[in-house]
DNA sequence: TCCATTTAGTACGAGAGTCGAACGAGATAT
DNA sequence: ATATCTCGTTCGACTCTCGTACTAAATGGA
C-alpha cells in the first residue's frame, strides 16, 4: 500500500527538475520554472537541495539581451557510474559520468569459468575505483546477455554465454562496497534509447538486438516490461517452425535460429562448399564484395528477421522498433526486406511502427548501465515525459 | 509536464481509500487505517469528502467484543452505470452500479448497418436512463470486438464486425448527454479481472479471447497495454503460417485461422460430409457425445492455441493467462493440451504462468464497462495494489 | 451503580510542500 | 540618472498528513 504524504510531492517535483537539468542544461532556475510551470520560488528551493547534495553545480551566468543574467545550472559530472557489458565472447568495464561520457574503458576476453570472470571483473572494477578517488562512484551497472532472477540474483538464462547459475550482483558488491545492478542487455539497450536520444516522448518501443541470439527489450507505457522473472522479451525463443533446426534452448525453430547473425552462416554454409572458419562480419564483407551466395544468406536473415518482428507489431503496437547489431552496417540490404515485412502485418487502420538501425551497438549497452544505475534517482527517463 | 502539489497528494490516498472500500465493503474507518497505513485522523477526512461527494455511505455500526462500535462505509450503489457490449451477433445494453451488480440487461441483434444501430443503441440506453432517474449515471462503457482510433474516435479494425469506420463515441455522447468510454473486448476483459476477480496483485497477466476471432487484452506492470492507434495485443493475426488459409484480417494463415471457433468448424467439415450449418456449440456437443471427428477438430484447435501463446508466454511471460470463450465448456479437452504447449515455450528458469479458464464470457465484458467508467476516479484498479 | 478498560472517531497544532505576490539584484536602454 | 526588464529570493497563505490529545460508546468487574 504506497500511501502518499507532503514528502512524495518533492519527491515527483525534484525527479522532474533533475531530469529538465539532464536533459536541457545548461539551464537557469527561471527557464526550470517556465519548462516546468513550477513557480521560481518552487524550483529555488528544488535547486537549493539539489546543489547541497552535489548533484548540480552553478555555472556561468547567460547573456540575455536584456534584465538580471541567468545562472546556468549543471550536473557535477563529478559523480560516476562504473558500467560492465558481459558478451559472449568480451567484457567491458568502463566508466562515465552522470551525463554519459565516458572516460575510460577497458577490454578482456570472456572467461568460460564465470568465478573467472567474476573476479577478473572485480579486479578491474578496483582499478577503476583506484583512478577515481575524489570522484563519487553512485553504483556499477551490467548488462548480460541473459536473464537473472530478482529475488536470488542468480544468472538463470543465458544459452549464448555458458554460465548458469551464478550470483554476479552479491560478490561484486561485497568486494567493492557498491550498488550493483544488472540487466538484460536488450533491456539496458531500451533504457539507454529513452535516456540519451532524446526520445523521452516515445513511451512504446521495443529493441531488437541480433548478434549470436536475438534479445528484444520492451518499453511500454513508458515503462520496461519485466515479466515473470524478467523473462519478458524472448522473442527469439519463440518456434516459428516447430519441426526447424534445434536453438541453444533446447528446443526447435526459435526466431533465433531463423534470424541471427549464426543463421545466416548457416544459410552460407549450406549453399556454398567453403567458408567454414567465417564470421558474420566476413559474411558481410562477402556479400559487398558481390558474393551471391553471400546475398541470398542475408536476404533470408533479414526475410525472417522481418516475419518474426511481425509478432512483435501486431502484439505490441510500438511506435518505434530499433534495431541493434553487427547487420546495421549493412542497413541497405537489410531494411528494405524487414520493413516490408513490418508493413504487411499492419492492420487496416493502424499505424507503421518506424523501423530504424541504430549504431555503435557497444555504446548503446554501456549507456544503458548508466541509465540503469542512475534510474533510482531520474526515474525511467520516461516517466518525465508523461 | 506533469507536477506534483498538496492536491496530488490527496488524489492518491483518495483513490486509495476508495478502493479499500471497493474491495473490503462494509469496513469501518478505523480498519481503513489500519490497512492503508494512514492516520485514522486522515482517513477521517477522505472519507468525509467522500461522503460529501456520495461516493460512500454510512452504514449499520459492527459488534466488537470490546469498545466503541465502529460505522461500516460501503459504495454508495445508488451511482451506476451503463454498460454496452457489442458482439458480431448481439449487443448488450445493461445496467449495473458502481459494485457491479447488474440490474437489468436488453439483448439485440446486432444490425448490419452501424448507423441503425447506434440509434438502435441510444434507444436503448435512453430507457434506461428513463427507468434510473433517481441514481446518477456515472457514464457508458462500450466493448467491442474491434480498435478504434483514440483521436478521431472511429472505428479502425474490426474484422469480425462488418462495420468500418464509424464513430461510435460522439453520436452516443450527445444523444444521452453522458461520458462514453470505448475499449476493445479483450483489454475490458483484462480490466474485468483486475477489478472484480480479486487479482489485483496479479500485475502482468494476457487475456486471450477466444470466438469467431482471437483477441488479446495485455496487463503489463500493473496498465493495460495499448500501442501505436490503440492496436496492441492483436497476437490473433500474427501468421503461424504464411502460405495458410486467407484470413479476414486480408492476410493468410493468422493465428486466428488456425485457432479460433471459426477454424475448429473448418477442421471438422474438412474431414466429415455432413455437418454444414454448424455452430461451435454444437460442435462441442457433438465432441461431448462421442464424435471422433469433433473431437479430433477440437484437438487440432486446442494444438493451435497453445501454439500462438508460446508467442505470449515467451514475449510478455506474463503470471497468469487468461482464456474466455466457449471452449471454456469443455475445458477439461483443451486445457491439458495448452498447458502442455505453454510448458514446452516455457524457458529454463523462467516460471510457468497459470493458464486458467474463465467461464461466463457475457459477464467478464460488461463487468468490463464498469471498469472502464469507473477507472477515471479508481484508478487502473491495479494500480492501488503497487 | 460506578469506574476502569478498550476501541472508534474527531480536533487541533506541527511540519512539509507549493503557490503567488512582493521585493531586491543586476543588467540594458533612454 | 532613471526607467525597464529579467532573475532569483523572501514571506505569508493554503493544502495535506501526522501524531497526540480528546470525546464517544461499549464491556466488565468492584
Redesign the interface.
Known sequence: ??????E??RH??RR?VLNLIRTRQPISRADLAR????QRSTISLIVEELVNEHWVLEGPTGRPPRGRRPTFLRLNDDRVIIGVDIRPTQITVALADVNCKFTSQTVMATPSDPEVAVKSIIQHIQAIVRSCEKKKIEGIGITLPG?F?QDSNRL??APNLKWRDIDLRNPIAKATGLEVELENAASACVLATVWFNRLEACR?LVVVTVSEGIG?G?L??G?L???????????????LD?EGPLCT???RGCWEVFASNRAALRYYLESSRHGDGLGFQDLLSLADQGDTRAVKALDTMAHYLG?GM???V??????RIIVIGDLTRSWHRFGPVIEAEVR??V?????V?VVVPEHEDGMARLRGTVALVLQKHFGTGAT???
Open positions: 500500500m504506497q500511501t502518499a504524504s507532503s512524495v510531492v515527483i517535483n522532474i519548462a516546468s510551470g513550477m536473464r532472477h538463470i538464462f512504446n528484444t520492451i511500454m507505457n515503462q516490461a519485466r515479466g515473470l522473472n524478467n523473462m519478458a522479451g524472448e522473442f527469439g525463443h519463440v518456434p516447430p534452448c533446447g528446443s516475419r511481425r509478432m512483435i501486431a502484439g505490441l503496437a510500438p511506435e504487411a502485418q492492420l487496416p487502420g493502424g499505424g511502427p518525465l515525459a508523461s
